[in-house]
């Protein structure tokens, strides 16, 4: 992966000679701080010239404007104030790193027409710029060539805004959080023959060192508990299946904690019920769910969240061996219902069932959300825009809605209902794994319900976010990190003691 870029804060001066960042209003207007450097008004006469209006994250490129010591002026587009949303920092701070080469060193002036940037919109702008730094280069051996000798030094990027302070104060928690969304990047993007059940156990396992309490539960642990649908998916694979839990105690003593449940299938041929394969490959990203949970709970801990949080991720491999289930077999899963597996492809239900009733039975907690890539058919309702929302608890689907409209990881509920519910029921077994085409994400949704009880809970659907989505201004790759972002911003809002 690339380096990290390295970010520092200062308080406003001229800068007096390199590249430099500016913020253009709407209109292509400038603020006066921003214009200090520019004594010939180079700035106006490049906007007219290029009929730049200062749209949101749009960018002016000048090299060696003449009448200044600058290397370069990059102006960026912030938009109007009045049109201007909570997550716009992030994409303006996603495209001036996009602006920059490896090893180059800039100075970014957050001073709007309107006003200096706050120190929220300092920490989104930060964060949005570490963000875009990502890319997943380990196995590439050869340099393009028109990488130089610095391309492997890191972006350096000096801040200038009102509150230096309280932005160096902020800015380790907010780096906590980007640092956990390419934890989750990463790992979606590592292919399935270097990241299997056991090596994905082994980089959570070193959550421990911020202090993150981790038990790993390999086949024994699991065949005690009676955990036979999630042994059931993995049973085909020679690569063993473990069971993470990740525990941050930040919150006051005793109470419930909050828990996020992932789906790990580090790599799903389909099993039996084998996929065309067309495509296959990216089925090294069926572990989205587990990724943004890991990426979570990296997040919450860098932070030092003040909230009491587990993470539960089922880490298995879905192979078409001789010993792998067969479509017809009837699995006994460790709530005691028994499932019917009609289409052994519909197998990351089958992990998550097992896993949400773990959490349910061990920790009984306030409220539980899982993630899943778990149906192709939330991509038909929603394509990549929209992570599909099942709940059965309106004020947390609300609570969610509303850090996915704050974070731009969006989130749309769909329904639950007893007519869908009846799909899944099986003539054989208490229930069947698959409800058939016909609403294909909401018969997926209702068969993990059964494993909720009474607990607040919500699925989400990742399948057309978590990898593959649109490239936009913080997310050049395949893998996005999705829900790390929305699932702190939860915790952060409603669920973690603040002070004061």
């Known amino acids: 992966m690339s380096l990290r870029p390295q970010i520092r804060f200062a308080p406003f001066s001229t800068p007096t000679e390199g ?16 214009r200090e450097g520019d004594p010939d008004g180079v700035l106006d006469r490049a906007t007219a010239e290029a009929k730049f209006k200062g749209k949101l994250a749009a960018k002016l490129d000048l090299l060696l404007p003449s009448g200044t010591n600058y290397s370069r002026i990059v102006a960026i587009g912030i938009g109007p104030a009045d049109k201007r949303q909570e997550h716009d920092f992030i994409r303006i701070g996603g495209a001036a790193y996009a602006a920059l080469r490896a090893g180059q060193a800039a100075t970014a002036v957050l001073d709007a027409p309107d006003g200096p940037c706050s120190v929220e919109e300092v920490m989104r702008f930060a964060m949005g710029f570490f963000l875009r730094s990502y890319s997943f280069d380990t196995y590439k051996t050869k340099k393009k060539p028109d990488e130089d000798e610095k391309a492997d030094t890191p972006v350096e ?5 009102a509150d230096p302070d309280a932005a160096e104060a902020a800015w380790k928690g907010y780096r906590g959080v980007a640092e956990g969304v390419l934890a989750a990047r990463e790992v979606v993007d590592l292919p399935a023959n270097v990241l299997g059940p056991v090596e994905f156990a082994e980089k959570a396992q070193k959550l421990s060192e911020q202090g993150v309490e981790i038990e790993i539960l390999g086949w024994d642990e699991m065949e005690a508990l009676g955990m036979g649908a999630l042994l059931g998916v993995s049973q085909g694979s020679e690569r063993p299946p473990r069971l993470v839990v990740m525990r941050w105690n930040g919150g006051a003593d005793g109470e419930k904690p909050i828990a996020f449940i992932g789906k790990g299938v580090v790599f799903d041929t389909g099993g039996i019920s084998i996929k065309p394969a067309g495509g296959m490959e990216d089925m090294k990203g069926d572990m989205g769910g587990a990724a943004a949970v890991y990426g979570l709970m990296h997040a919450l801990s860098a932070r030092k969240a003040k909230a009491n949080v587990v993470g539960v991720i089922g880490l298995v491999e879905n192979m078409p061996d001789g010993k792998a289930q067969r479509p017809g077999d009837i699995v006994t ?6 499932i019917e597996v009609i289409n052994t492809d519909a197998e990351g239900r089958l992990v998550l069932g097992d896993a949400l009733h773990y959490v349910r039975d061990r920790f009984d907690p306030a409220f539980m959300i899982d993630l899943a890539t778990l149906t192709g058919a939330v991509i038909i309702a929603l394509g990549n825009d929209h992570a599909g929302l099942f709940s059965n608890d309106d004020s947390l689907a609300e609570r969610l809605a509303q850090a996915g409209r704050a974070t731009n990881e969006k989130v749309w509920r769909l329904p639950l209902g007893e007519a869908y519910d009846k799909l899944i029921d099986s003539k054989n077994a208490d229930m069947k794994n698959t409800g058939g085409r016909q609403a294909g994400s909401i018969t997926a949704a209702q068969f993990l319900k059964r494993f909720v009880g009474e607990t607040p809970w919500a699925h989400i659907d990742v399948a057309g976010t978590a990898m593959g989505s649109p490239k936009n201004e913080i997310s050049s790759g395949w893998a996005s990190g999705f829900g790390v972002r929305l699932l702190d911003r939860l915790v952060r809002d409603h669920y973690e003691k603040h002070e004061g």
Do not use: H, K, Y
């Not at 430099?20 to 603020?31: E, H, M, P, Y």
């Open 19 to 34: 590249c430099v960042i500016l913020l253009a209003g709407d209109g292509g207007a400038f603020s006066d701080r921003a």
């Open 157 to 161: 990027l000096t801040v200038q805004c």
């Open 333 to 338: 899963s460790m709530s005691g219902q028994t």
